[in-house]
């Protein structure tokens, strides 16, 4: 005797809709699994077909309520199909958590109250005390939207995750019945910040052959003197990486440094980061393209980040440092207003070896001062 699986219950926070999957979900499913993220971040089969998404929504996800392995949900939004959610049931009071989204609703905030529902209906419902969010490192977005329901990242699994054959390195992160659904922590962006002669935006995929350019630079090389030699196209994803994930612990953020955007050239001139960020400082670092040196472009780019460190992180000072003889890196900082507070000896590592530093600073009420000074002038 064929034994039916348990009514799915149906949830609703008033604008989105879990519910059972069927037969009106076949076409959006269908559309969710061949688009090009959902490809590269889950292990749904490629290519996927009609069949196989009739075969998800009318047999396994039905299947998986059934022998009790997964509570698995279509998502409404706005009377259409948005995706699908599950919690994979683990025992012991554990689940892992499961959801894609259709392209059409991704970035409305749809996914996540979807996933509040579905979290909240677990603990509630299902017994579960501990939450369990994994996925392949690089894929943000996910990270983002586990963030924001309030898991805490807790490590990387090193090739730990089948995708495709291959095994990846994997985020895993818990949510506990007794956790706070809301963010630990901040995550930082790098909005475009615009001055007179300079604009700092987000770096893109774009930016990773001037990276190169500008990171296989002999000056930059000497300087920088644990930068990769030589410098690849590896080396410039990997710190883009690094950057990425500083602004996800909320302790850095990172801009490309190029024309104003009236000039329409958004070519990669530099790039300046904010990092070591703490409720009191923070620390500035730049470098340029060398085809950018000597015109005072990261002079207005050092401005506009320590304005934007005082004006938009809070903190009290900004932190500067530089080779003792690296003249040209100090012209920068001196230029915007930063004091020297002394030397640190063999404080940085050059090419040729270990190197004196120079310590600058500036204290938010002298930058506040020297600002207004600047306009009544």
Not at 7 to 35: M, S
Not at 36 to 53: E, G, I, K, N
Not at 86 to 115: C, F, N, Q, W
């Amino acid at each position: 005797m064929t034994i039916a699986p348990p009514p799915v219950p149906t949830l609703t926070d008033g604008d989105v809709v879990l519910r059972a999957l069927g037969e009106q979900d076949v076409e959006g499913c269908y559309e969710q699994c061949i688009d090009p993220l959902s490809v590269r971040w889950t292990t749904v089969p490629t290519p996927f077909t009609h069949q196989d998404a009739r075969e998800f929504c009318l047999e396994i996800a039905p299947g998986a309520w059934a022998d009790g392995s997964q509570w698995i949900f279509a998502v409404d939004s706005e009377g259409r199909y948005a995706g699908n959610i599950a919690l994979r049931d683990e025992g012991l009071g554990r689940a892992e958590i499961a959801y894609g989204s259709h392209p059409a609703v991704r970035g409305t905030g749809a996914m996540e109250k979807a996933l509040r529902m579905l979290i909240d209906w677990g603990f509630a419902a299902m017994g579960v005390r501990t939450v369990i969010w994994r996925a392949n490192v690089g894929n943000w977005a996910s990270r983002k939207l586990a963030w924001r329901l309030g898991f805490t990242l807790d490590g990387i699994l090193r090739q730990s995750q089948n995708h495709r054959g291959d095994l990846v390195d994997a985020w895993v992160g818990t949510l506990l019945v007794t956790d706070q659904r809301e963010p630990k922590g901040r995550w930082l962006s790098a909005p475009p910040v615009d001055g007179e002669t300079v604009r700092l935006r987000p770096l893109t995929d774009a930016d990773v052959p001037r990276i190169v350019e500008a990171c296989s630079d002999e000056r930059t090389q000497h300087w920088l003197g644990q930068m990769p030699t030589p410098y690849g196209a590896d080396d410039a994803r990997a710190w883009m990486h690094l950057n990425t994930e500083g602004q996800a612990r909320g302790a850095k953020v990172t801009w490309a440094v190029t024309r104003p955007a009236r000039d329409h050239d958004d070519l990669l001139l530099g790039a300046i980061n904010i990092f070591d960020i703490s409720d009191i400082d923070c620390e500035i670092g730049y470098w340029a393209h060398p085809d950018a040196r000597g015109r005072g472009l990261t002079t207005a780019a050092m401005r506009l980040a320590t304005a934007y460190a005082f004006e938009h992180l809070g903190v009290r000072r900004v932190r500067a440092f530089a080779a003792l003889e690296n003249a040209a890196s100090r012209h920068v900082i001196e230029s915007v207003g930063l004091t020297q507070t002394g030397i640190e000896r063999l404080g940085t590592t050059l090419r040729t070896g270990p190197a004196d530093l120079a310590l600058y600073d500036v204290l938010v009420e002298e930058w506040t001062a020297r600002s207004s000074a600047s306009e009544v002038r």
